[in-house]
C-alpha cells in the first residue's frame, strides 16, 4: 500500500514521493506528513505507558527552515514528566541539521462530560460532496494524494473543507487516530489561498494544534480563515473538525512576500 514514509531504523524514516512539496514539489517535503509522523514518533515512544490515562492535547512545530525529502530523524524525549501533565519534546534531523522542534502537552483524562460546551457548530458531512483536486493551485506529490471535498465554494482568505486520504503514514505501520489526522491539518494553508502561489510566498513556519477532543476517523474537517497584514507577516486559522463535530483549533504564522521582489 502507498504511504507517506518508510521505517529505515528506530528513529529513521525514508519520505515517498507521496511527501512532495508545495512550494518546490522536486526536493521539498511538505510538513503535513512530517506533522503526522512526529506524533507517530512520539507515540512510539509514549507506548510502554499506555493506559496511562493522558491525551496528547496541545502540539506545537517550529519549522525551522527547508524540509528536505531525504532521510530524517526523529528523536523524542520528556521534559517534564508527570501524572496529570507531561510534556514531550521531539526533534527531527535532516542531512546533519535540525529542522523541526516539537513540544506537545500531555494532559489527564477525567470524566467532564457534565460541563462540556462551547464548541463550534458541525460541518456539513462529506459523504456526499463532491471532490475537488487542489493540483490546479499546488503542485507536489503530496497534494495529488489528497480526497478534498469542499463544504462550499472557497473564497479568498476563506474555505471550509473535508480532506483525506488512503494512504499511510509509515509503511506496514498501524498509527493512532491522532497521527493520522495531523498529518493532514497543515494543508489549512493551501486551501483558502488569498493570493495566488505563483505570484507570491506565504509559507508558514509553524503550526500550532490546541484540542478539546481527540480527533477520529479517516476526515479531517478545517473551518479555515487566512490573514495578510500589511508588514509581511499572516495567520492561518482554523477550526479542526471530525465528523463528530470540532475537536480544536489549530493556528500557523506566515512569512508573505512577493515572488519576485522586482
Same mark, same amino acid.
Given at each position: 500500500?502507498p504511504?507517506?514514509?518508510?521505517?529505515?531504523? *528506530?528513529?529513521?524514516?525514508?519520505?515517498t514521493?507521496?511527501?512532495?512539496?508545495?512550494?518546490?514539489?522536486?526536493?521539498?517535503?511538505h510538513?503535513?506528513?512530517?506533522?503526522?509522523?512526529?506524533?507517530?514518533?512520539?507515540?512510539?515512544?509514549?507506548?510502554?505507558?499506555?493506559?496511562?490515562?493522558?491525551?496528547?492535547?496541545?502540539?506545537?512545530?517550529?519549522? %525551522?527552515?527547508? %524540509?528536505?525529502?531525504?532521510?530524517?530523524?526523529?528523536?523524542? @524525549?520528556?521534559?517534564?514528566?508527570?501524572?496529570?501533565?507531561?510534556l514531550?519534546?521531539a $526533534?527531527?534531523?535532516?542531512?546533519?541539521?535540525v529542522?523541526?522542534?516539537?513540544?506537545a502537552w500531555?494532559?489527564a483524562?477525567y @470524566?467532564?462530560?457534565?460541563?462540556?460546551?462551547?464548541a463550534?457548530g458541525?460541518?456539513?458531512?462529506?459523504?456526499? %460532496?463532491?471532490?475537488r483536486p487542489? +493540483? *490546479?493551485?499546488?503542485?507536489?506529490?503530496?497534494?495529488a494524494?489528497?480526497?478534498?471535498?469542499?463544504?462550499?465554494p472557497?473564497?479568498?482568505?476563506? +474555505?471550509?473543507?473535508?480532506?483525506?486520504t488512503d494512504?499511510?503514514?509509515?509503511?506496514?505501520?498501524?498509527s493512532t *487516530?491522532?497521527?493520522r489526522?495531523?498529518a493532514l491539518v497543515?494543508?489549512?494553508?493551501?486551501?483558502?489561498?488569498r493570493?495566488?502561489p $505563483?505570484?507570491?510566498?506565504f509559507?508558514?513556519?509553524d503550526? *500550532?494544534?490546541?484540542?478539546?477532543?481527540?480527533p477520529?476517523?479517516?476526515?479531517?474537517?478545517?473551518d479555515?480563515?487566512?490573514?495578510?497584514g500589511?508588514e509581511?507577516?499572516?495567520?492561518?486559522?482554523?477550526?479542526?473538525? @471530525?465528523?463528530?463535530?470540532?475537536?480544536?483549533?489549530?493556528?500557523?504564522?506566515l512569512?508573505?512576500?512577493? %515572488?519576485?521582489?522586482?
Amino acid at each position: 500500500m502507498p504511504s507517506y514514509f518508510e521505517r529505515i531504523g *528506530s528513529e529513521r524514516f525514508r519520505p515517498t514521493a507521496h511527501t512532495g512539496g508545495a512550494w518546490r514539489p522536486d526536493d521539498e517535503q511538505h510538513f503535513s506528513p512530517l506533522g503526522g509522523l512526529i506524533v507517530h514518533a512520539i507515540d512510539g515512544f509514549l507506548a510502554p505507558r499506555e493506559g496511562r490515562g493522558m491525551h496528547l492535547s496541545r502540539i506545537t512545530f517550529d519549522i %525551522l527552515g527547508f %524540509l528536505a525529502r531525504e532521510e530524517l530523524e526523529i528523536h523524542v @524525549d520528556t521534559v517534564r514528566p508527570g501524572r496529570t501533565i507531561e510534556l514531550v519534546e521531539a $526533534t527531527v534531523v535532516i542531512a546533519g541539521r535540525v529542522a523541526v522542534i516539537t513540544r506537545a502537552w500531555l494532559l489527564a483524562v477525567y @470524566d467532564t462530560a457534565a460541563v462540556a460546551g462551547g464548541a463550534a457548530g458541525p460541518l456539513a458531512p462529506p459523504d456526499e %460532496l463532491p471532490t475537488r483536486p487542489l +493540483a *490546479s493551485v499546488w503542485p507536489g506529490g503530496y497534494i495529488a494524494s489528497l480526497d478534498l471535498r469542499p463544504v462550499e465554494p472557497p473564497r479568498p482568505g476563506r +474555505a471550509r473543507t473535508w480532506v483525506s486520504t488512503d494512504l499511510e503514514l509509515v509503511a506496514g505501520e498501524p498509527s493512532t *487516530s491522532l497521527a493520522r489526522y495531523v498529518a493532514l491539518v497543515d494543508t489549512a494553508n493551501g486551501v483558502a489561498v488569498r493570493e495566488p502561489p $505563483t505570484a507570491w510566498l506565504f509559507p508558514n513556519v509553524d503550526l *500550532s494544534i490546541h484540542l478539546h477532543r481527540q480527533p477520529a476517523g479517516r476526515w479531517v474537517g478545517l473551518d479555515t480563515t487566512v490573514v495578510f497584514g500589511a508588514e509581511g507577516q499572516g495567520v492561518t486559522s482554523t477550526v479542526l473538525h @471530525d465528523t463528530g463535530g470540532a475537536v480544536g483549533y489549530a493556528h500557523q504564522i506566515l512569512t508573505i512576500r512577493p %515572488l519576485d521582489p522586482s
